[in-house]
């Protein structure tokens, strides 16, 4: 279904230097973000981290679990308050029957919610943005997601998704 929001495709490929570390980059807007991060899934070969706000979107569900049945070691952590409705219980229900690890993550202290939205890919590759994995997010918001080839950045994001820890752990399996 496309947004209300004039579609705006781009697939910016470029190489950037930062601060010494150097990074291949892609981009999508919109109403390509589902297949975007589909199409990296679908490249993994050893392992997802996914740390996500809220998770509704059936495509990318399967695409983990596809990757999962290939060897690929799945990991997510989600926001708690956020699997409290159907749509997202059923996906993570889903997940965690197909072999995904699942980590409810909820906060007391300051924090009061894990709104990252990031996957770490193989140890080398990033995809963050402001995207969620929802219909809401595919169909009707303007989103972005941004993918990072770089082990210098997947070793900073890995480090996050290593420090995502819930004051309260709840894992499905």
Known sequence: ???????????IMLTVCACGIEAEVATAFNDDCESFV???IDDAQTRIDVAIFSFTRHNISRALVRAGKRGVKLTLKYDK??????NMKE???FLGKNGVTCEAVSYKNDMTKMHHKFI?????RVITGSYNFTSQAS???AENVLCIESREVAEAYSREFDAIKSDKKEKKK
């Open 38 to 40: 589909i199409k990296r």
């Open 139 to 141: 169909e009707s918001n």
């Open 1 to 11: 279904m496309m947004s209300k929001f004039m579609p705006i495709i781009a697939a």
């Open 120 to 124: 770490v890919i193989d140890d080398k």
């Open 91 to 93: 996906v993570i229900a």
């Open 81 to 86: 308050t956020q699997a409290e409705g159907e």
